[in-house]
């Protein structure tokens, strides 16, 4: 039997999210696989870092449903493997490289969906939206 919560409690969860992430957190992005939680990452891809907080706060579903984190989107930047590489997963980081989370990189599926996971060297990653569900079952 799977937990479930009331909506305040997942926007709670949320939040601590953006708390701990803080000001100045990293999204980055890796080919290979992912390693277990915190576990020693594969080849970094891109770097991206939100200029401000994470997000400004969860927001709690009247309905009970999703409970939303939406993401203020990271700045763009360019992708700094050489050659052509496949995304595959991701990890967010503290303005002090600290670990928050990780997850998967995707096309349509994915935590962090993205218009490609081709990625060349030079390239621009613009990610166009970035949000974190947290659902009872």
């Known amino acids: 039997m799977a937990l479930r919560y009331k909506a305040t409690i997942r926007g709670a969860m949320l939040d601590l999210i953006t708390t701990a992430v803080g000001s100045g957190g990293k999204l980055r992005i890796y080919d290979g696989t992912q390693p277990a939680t915190a576990g020693a990452a594969t080849n970094l891809i891109v770097e991206l870092v939100?200029?401000?907080?994470?997000?400004?706060?969860?927001?709690?579903?009247?309905?009970?449903?999703?409970?939303?984190?939406?993401?203020?989107?990271?700045?763009?930047?360019?992708?700094?493997?050489?050659?052509?590489?496949?995304?595959?997963?991701?990890?967010?980081?503290?303005?002090?490289?600290?670990?928050?989370?990780?997850?998967?990189?995707?096309?349509?599926?994915?935590?962090?969906?993205?218009?490609?996971?081709?990625?060349v060297?030079?390239?621009?990653?613009?990610?166009?939206?970035?949000v974190i569900h947290e659902a009872n079952p």
Not at 72 to 82: D, G, W, Y
Not at 121 to 130: H, K
Request: overall charge negative; aromatic content about 8%.
């Open 121 to 130: 060297n030079g390239q621009p990653v613009d990610v166009t939206s970035f």
């Open 50 to 119: 939100w200029s401000g907080v994470l997000s400004a706060g969860a927001t709690v579903s009247a309905d009970g449903g999703d409970t939303l984190l939406t993401c203020n989107l990271p700045t763009t930047a360019n992708v700094s493997k050489s050659g052509t590489t496949t995304a595959t997963w991701f990890r967010v980081v503290t303005s002090a490289n600290a670990f928050c989370f990780d997850g998967t990189v995707g096309v349509g599926t994915g935590d962090l969906q993205l218009s490609t996971t081709s990625l």
